[in-house]
């Protein structure tokens, strides 16, 4: 995600970075080169003025005069000034209401506000615990419910009923009846869209809204329309009491243009990043964290928050305790590791938010593709049991053996069990105190090479 604009400005960044003096001059330079980056990521013109003046009006004041390091200061308040043009802090869902707190979405055709309630109902029922229904007011494309109820199903949450012949406003007003009635915490409104916002759509979500009153009005709109994003997300704002912004598709969006003007335009805070196809792919969205990824510094906050959610930890801890009887981390442990890093989404969404990796993506990502997780099980599944837990047994025959099992190279089978021997260090120091920051490290020594450009932590 953000790819391009990151580039940009890491680079046009990393000259200032050392700088041990800052002038007017090379202010100035960077300044421009900034100004471009943010023009070709699509942010819009007004929030490109406003962002360029305040970083201007702090570079050159006393703030980086006064200071040992300009350069650090200098990258310290784009990143501050980057955190604000976004809002500065995550903006999380208002559910206080009697229950059901309804979530009404709305949105141009395609947004992704299915899906988005989909995700959103997945997001409340696993991460806050809550007991959330579904329900389509799209009564222009009968395949719409259908889709809806399919997501519902998937994700194990109440799919209420509805006709294409019912009244959008009936179908809403009977949802709340029957969600209020099994006591369901949330009640998720689906809306109908259309190609353009025009008076016809707004004149049926507006009266939607005023029949149903929500506590949340979001405007669901696809990233990789640039700053046209902010733009229809304020003249929907403009009729409408919106609460907030959920951002489709940014996993398709190399410039970050939408998320960058949204919220300076609309005045509303993105609350929600859609990251993917999947249900599980929404995260809330963290002004903070976003601004440091996007300078190459990484979003660690988020990979931890990811880890806990998704290592499995009963798994986890049988595997630190064994470590503290003394025992070794073998190959089957090993096996498992891999298991749970696929469970997070695989390499790749991992690495985009390691720090220092925003303009490495391309090249690592074909060393470190996930067919290699799929290689190294393959490798492992291959083996007797007592080969995984002893691997020094594994001596020239066994490993012409298991290699042709897995359909694999000897020199595959060897780069395995010397990335294992790395993680068998690396889980020594780990198992007497366990720290993410320790088990990152280790997770790089396993690659070939490590992560380049990964700094030591
Ligand atoms: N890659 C990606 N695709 C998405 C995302 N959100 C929605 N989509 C896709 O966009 C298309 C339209 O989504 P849908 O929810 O039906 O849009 P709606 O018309 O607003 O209800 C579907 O193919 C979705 O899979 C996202 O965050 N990332
Ligand atoms: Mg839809």
């Known amino acids: 995600m953000f790819d391009n604009l990151s580039n940009r400005l890491t680079s046009s960044l990393d000259r200032i970075r050392g ?11 960077v300044l421009r080169e900034v100004r471009m980056a943010l ?31 300009p350069g650090q ?27 059901p707190a309804v979530i009404l979405l709305a949105g141009l055709q395609g947004a992704g506000k299915t899906t988005s ?28 419910i259908k889709q809806l109820q399919t997501l519902a199903n998937e994700i194990g949450v109440d799919f209420i009923e509805s006709e294409a012949s019912q009244k959008p406003i009936d179908i809403a007003n009977n949802a709340i009846d029957v969600a209020r009635k099994s006591h369901k915490d949330v009640l998720i409104l689906d809306t109908a869209g259309r190609l353009a916002i025009d008076d016809d759509m707004m004149a049926e979500i507006k009266a939607l809204h005023t029949a149903i009153d929500p506590v949340e009005t979001l405007f669901v709109v696809d ?30 969006d190399a410039r970050g243009g939408a998320a960058l003007s949204v919220r300076h335009i609309t005045g509303k805070p993105i609350k929600f990043l859609g990251v993917g196809e999947k249900t599980e792919a929404l995260e809330p969205f963290h002004p903070d ?10 979003d660690m906050l988020s990979l931890i928050e990811e880890a806990e959610q998704k290592i499995d930890k009963t798994k986890a801890e049988k595997l630190a305790g064994k470590l503290q009887k003394g025992k070794g981390f073998d190959l089957e442990d090993f096996k498992e590791q891999l298991q749970q890093m696929k469970n997070m989404g695989g390499m790749g969404a991992m690495l985009d938010k390691l720090p220092g990796m925003g303009g490495q993506m391309a090249n690592i990502q074909d060393k470190v593709n996930d067919k290699m997780f799929v290689q190294m099980e393959a490798l492992i599944n291959s ?33 395995l069990l010397k990335q ?29 090479g490590g992560f380049p450009g990964m700094p030591k932590m």
């Open 19 to 29: 700088r041990a003096k800052l002038t007017e001059d090379n202010i100035k330079e």
């Open 289 to 298: 964290r976003l601004a440091s990824r996007i300078l190459g510094m990484g």
């Open 117 to 144: 309630a989909a995700k959103l109902a997945r997001y409340l029922k696993e991460r806050h615990k809550k007991s959330v229904a579904v329900v389509s007011a799209d009564v222009y494309r009968p395949a719409a």
């Open 223 to 252: 990233a990789m329309t640039g700053q046209d994003a902010a733009n229809t997300a304020k003249a929907f704002g403009d009729v409408l009491p919106l609460t907030g912004v959920v951002l489709t598709k940014t996993d398709g």
């Open 383 to 415: 083996m007797t049991a007592q080969e995984r837990r002893n691997p020094d047994v594994i001596n020239g025959s066994r490993k012409k053996r298991i290699s042709a099992g897995a359909g694999l190279q000897i020199q595959d089978l060897n780069r």
């Open 73 to 99: 200061v200098f990258l310290k308040i784009v990143k501050q000034e980057l955190e604000k043009v976004m809002g500065e802090a995550n903006d999380e869902l208002n559910l206080k209401a009697k229950p």
């Open 420 to 448: 294992h021997k790395q993680m068998q260090k690396m889980m020594k120091k780990f198992s007497s105190k366990s720290g993410m920051k320790k088990m990152m490290r280790g997770m790089g020594s396993m690659m070939p």
């Open 39 to 69: 023009l070709e990521a699509d942010v819009a013109l007004p929030v490109v003025k406003a962002f360029i003046d305040s970083v201007k009006e702090r570079a050159v004041g006393t703030e980086v005069s006064k200071s040992l390091s």
